[in-house]
């Protein structure tokens, strides 16, 4: 079946089976950032976000991005021009394999869009369905919050692609 | 020596957190065939049994399946194995534990690989297993292994200093404890993976998820019969491993696939599923224990027994023993010992490496039963174990004078003074209703590098490459531990570049067999020691390298009045200057490479303590940490909620206080998890916390803010002063919740992981206080 989706900003056009998982499309599409650690929503670090919403992609069909907007981690920012929540992940030592934190980021952005003041205990609610095994999640809280008070500081400061829906 | 305020990220850091870095699928390229193996004992309830047949026709018959093989299409001895080669590539006669293969598909997608699988048939005899060492060991019991020598004993071992017994039958004061620690999953987010293609020139090209690429050419060659040096493996940055990537997973099938494939990429990756059922663990263990002490405390003697469960296969398992029993006796300087270890065939899923490496097995024993002798002699917990505490200079208990540095008692003082231990009286009467709190504490080591019997060496290459930057050909993998941004790091200081100011003048080429030298694996505590000692010493090459070179360019006659700079080859005196750019230019490739080797130091005379190690015994480094928790157990639910935790580690100089932090923080958080939460069950040798909703890892919200604090050694041999000290900060957590559980209920739980369910019938017996800790 023939669909069509805004993927980070770019208009996409593609081919999927009616049965094709939307994380297996997107990684197709060279959407590598998105990863896969499950296949069965219980890790996170297929997150998406879908028309602003966090959302498994590995839980999701293909056909049911039509018509939607994505955004990956790599639609929050670049090496080059990093979201401020990629910023704190890598200043505030978030990062160690690496493998959760497209996921993780997108759980932020998330949590960013809703609560722009999030306490600590609630950066680990919203990033409680998101696993990692390398980091204990201390320095993952630290740089969710450094984020935020960013964000807030900043007039203007926002979230790319997850404004639209709180 | 450039230093800032706030130091740089590690150099991995925002293109991981980007989403930019590519790891192994990534750069798997999209007209890869796919190949999975087929494991039948789970959907069957055979854990162990007779393989009849293998059905192929269904699957054969899906379209897109190109191929189905069983053992009879493995060249080679169809045995994998780091050092014990036991393990079937492929089964053909029987299956040892439910995730044992006995065929490998190859289809030209994932999805018609899936039904190819779905469709397979195999037809196999249950034989009588054995799931328990005890019943493995008794005279009748079902042979795992029949043509292992000793039975269902794949190593029995000891150590034996001074005269434990009489020591024993002397001692004023004796405790005793038997202890039982569980299984436990790596769950690294990236499962085992790779891909591989047959190139025209016969060369077995490979990307794998490894720990060990080196390794990993003889491991694949030995089963295959395929010359090790026709195998080429990558390694690109890893999404975790832990131990659990250490030795074959995907790699022997994989090969198998790709010289079944006719030239095109094969990809093989596991699903949760499948890396739950077919990985390796960390090792169940049984624990038998006395300890013997003077009346103020002074340990006498130590006398144990530890049984090893090491599954269907040995994968690392007399290695990982081995280790357990060298630190038996705890951090502490005890006379005599008496350490008796059994590693153990069963049915069971196959355990391997996991951080920790045997020792956090051990852990909880004796500190267990430190915390029992600190009860029976009304000690402070604390105390005792800062009096017992290793010194530079002592004896360990396999017999090693430790000429290495020695902080433990460092890192307990640093508890002894901290608030979350100075306040613990006020802060557990405070408990509110229906909760009770309790504080522990637990000093832990861990060994670092092979140890004696095998090279423990790495050998670094370092090029200035024709645009002027300096490339570190990185030979250890790196599973997120951050030892490449480490290495990136060391080769600026040593090279006086500023990555702060350039962070392209220092980049890493990560592990590759064909570009790079060999180096030993990512493992072991070693890989930011060995392989950052062989770096500093290519560097200090190539800085005399440039200054040299560029003392023919800069018309100088004398190289000390040269300086490397960032960028540039400096004259301060003249004020002149050649980049680094030109002079690349003016060298040939060949000259601008630079080649570093280190060879880890052994204990020298080592002590004849050890009985029937073949590799490893003994160990010269070792890192040190004490630990503390404040927990707060629910009354009505058993629940522990761990409030604060705290790891005061010593791994030599700190080279970089983020990542020693991210080190303690994440042994520490996986410690935590294997204490209280990760309950790995299996029946009959069957998986029952099959997937990620049973068999758990902790979230964010099971874990506390974790501290670290760091105590600034030095470890004269290491480079820049360090030592390893990825593994240490798993061994704390056990002993020290289960301390501070005793603490809070009365009772010492011996029996781990530490479950509401147990907790709760802890609290439900009630003992008088007297009898708290004996
Ligand atoms: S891959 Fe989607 S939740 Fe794990
Ligand atoms: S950084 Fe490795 S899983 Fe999170």
């Not at chain 1, 999927?16 to 060279?30: K, S």
């Not at chain 1, 409680?128 to 204990?136: E, P």
């Not at chain 2, 000793?150 to 405790?175: F, H, Q, S, T, Y």
Request: net charge neutral; aromatic share 6%.
């Amino acid at each position: 079946m023939k669909l069509s989706f805004t993927l980070n900003g770019v208009l996409v056009r593609a081919d999927a089976d009616p049965d094709e998982r939307a994380v297996d499309l997107l990684r197709d599409l060279g959407a590598l950032d998105v990863k896969e650690g499950c296949g069965t929503g219980e890790c996170g670090a297929c997150s998406v976000l879908v028309d602003g919403v966090h959302k498994l992609s590995c839980l999701l069909l293909a056909a049911q991005l039509a018509g939607r907007e994505l955004t990956t981690a790599a639609g929050l920012g670049t090496v080059a021009a990093p979201h401020p929540i990629q910023r704190a992940f890598a200043e505030h030592g978030a990062v160690q394999c690496g493998f959760c934190t497209p996921g993780m980021t997108i759980a932020a952005a998330a949590l960013l869009a809703r609560n722009p003041e999030p306490s600590r205990l609630d950066a680990r609610r919203a990033i409680s369905g998101n696993l990692c095994r390398c980091t204990g999640y201390v320095k993952i809280v630290d740089a969710v919050c450094a984020a935020a008070s960013e964000l807030s500081e900043a007039p203007g400061g926002e979230t790319p692609g997850a404004e639209d829906q709180a | 020596m450039h230093l800032r305020s706030s130091p740089p990220p590690r150099a991995d850091a925002l293109a991981k957190a980007t989403g930019a870095e590519r790891y192994v699928l990534d750069f798997a390229p999209a007209e890869c065939l796919s190949a999975g193996a087929y494991r039948p004992g789970a959907a069957l309830n055979i854990a162990h049994g007779r393989v009849l047949g293998v059905d192929a026709s269904a699957a054969l018959a899906v379209p897109g399946v190109l191929r189905v093989l069983t053992a009879a299409d493995v060249p080679g001895t169809n045995l994998q194995g780091i050092v014990h080669k036991d393990q079937p590539v492929l089964c053909g006669e029987v299956i040892r534990h439910a995730g044992d293969p006995v065929a490998l598909v190859l289809a030209e997608s994932a999805e018609s690989l899936r039904r190819g699988l779905a469709a397979l048939r195999a037809d196999i005899e249950p034989l009588p297993g054995v799931f328990d060492p005890e019943a493995a060991l008794k005279k009748d019991a079902p042979l795992v292994h029949p043509q292992h020598k000793g039975g269902n004993l794949l190593l029995g071992a000891r150590i034996e200093k001074g005269d434990a017994r009489a020591a024993l039958k002397n001692a004023p004061v004796v405790v005793r404890g038997e202890f039982s620690t569980p299984m436990q999953e790596h769950a690294f987010l990236e499962t085992q993976c790779g891909f591989a293609r047959l190139l025209p020139d016969g060369v077995l090209d490979m990307t794998v998820s490894t720990q060990a690429p080196f390794r990993d050419r003889f491991e694949i060659g030995h089963a295959l019969a395929l010359n090790p040096f026709k195998i080429r493996i990558r390694a690109p940055y890893l999404g975790g491993g832990f131990g659990g990537k250490d030795g074959a997973t995907v790699q022997c099938l994989l090969a198998l696939a790709a010289l079944n494939a006719a030239g095109r990429p094969v990809r093989m990756s596991w699903e949760r599923e499948e890396s739950i059922l077919a990985g390796y663990k960390r090792h169940a263990v049984h624990l038998r224990y006395t300890l013997g002490a003077e009346r103020d405390g002074t340990l006498l003697a130590l006398s144990c027994r530890l049984t090893y469960d090491t599954g269907a296969y040995a994968h690392l398992g007399c290695e990982v023993m081995e280790l357990g029993m060298e630190h038996a006796a705890g951090p502490y300087r005890v006379p005599h010992t008496h350490i008796e270890g059994r590693c153990v065939y069963t049915n069971n899923p196959i355990a391997g490496a996991f951080r920790g490496f045997g020792v956090a097995q051990v852990s909880p024993a004796f500190e267990g039963l430190m915390d029992a002798l600190a009860a029976k002699l009304c000690l402070d917990p604390l105390e005792l174990r800062r009096k017992n505490a290793l010194l530079p200079g002592d004896e360990n208990c396999s017999g090693v004078t430790l000429t290495s540095s020695v902080h433990l008692a460092e890192c307990l003082d640093e508890l002894a003074a901290h608030p979350l231990w100075t306040t613990r009286q006020a802060w557990r009467a405070a408990a509110p209703r229906f909760t009770r709190r309790g504080v522990g504490l637990a000093a832990v080591f861990n060994g670092m590098g092979y140890g004696r019997g095998l090279a423990d060496m790495a050998i670094a290459k370092l090029e200035l490459t024709e645009a002027g930057e300096f490339l570190v050909y990185n030979s250890v993998a790196d599973m997120g531990q951050g030892n490449a941004a480490a290495f990136a790091l060391l080769a600026a200081q040593e090279l006086n570049q500023s990555l702060a100011e350039n962070p392209g003048a220092v980049r890493l080429l990560q592990p590759d067999t064909e570009r790079c030298h060999p180096s030993g694996s990512s493992s072991a505590g070693r890989t930011t020691y060995t392989f950052g000692n062989a770096l500093l010493k290519a560097c200090a090459a190539m800085r005399e390298k440039l200054l040299a070179r560029a003392a023919m360019a800069l018309f100088v006659d004398e190289t000390q009045a040269l300086e490397l700079a960032p960028g540039a080859v400096l004259h301060p005196a003249s004020g002149r200057s050649l980049p680094l750019t030109a002079l690349a230019r003016f060298l040939k490739r060949d000259d601008r490479v630079c080649v570093g080797e280190f060879l880890m130091p052994v204990a020298q005379d080592p002590p004849d303590t050890g009985r029937a190690f073949q590799i490893g015994f003994p160990h010269l480094f070792f890192s040190y940490g004490a630990h503390l928790a404040r927990i707060e157990v629910d009354e009505l639910t058993g629940r522990v909620r761990v409030c604060d935790f705290l790891a005061a580690t010593d791994g030599g100089r700190v080279l970089d206080r983020s990542c020693f932090d991210q080190q303690a923080q994440g042994g520490a958080a996986q410690g935590i998890g294997y204490a209280l939460l990760e309950e790995f069950k299996t029946r009959g040798g069957l998986i029952q916390t099959a997937d990620l909703s049973t068999c758990l890892i902790p979230t964010a919200l099971d874990l506390p803010d974790i501290q670290s604090l760091a105590v600034d050694g030095h470890e004269p041999t290491g480079p820049r002063g360090l030592k390893g000290v990825g593994e240490v900060g798993l061994n704390g957590p056990a002993p020290a919740l289960a301390s501070a559980l005793e603490d809070a209920t009365g009772e010492r739980l011996r029996d781990f992981p530490l479950t509401p369910e147990r907790v709760l019938a802890a609290l439900n017996k009630r003992r008088p206080p007297s009898r708290r800790r004996a």
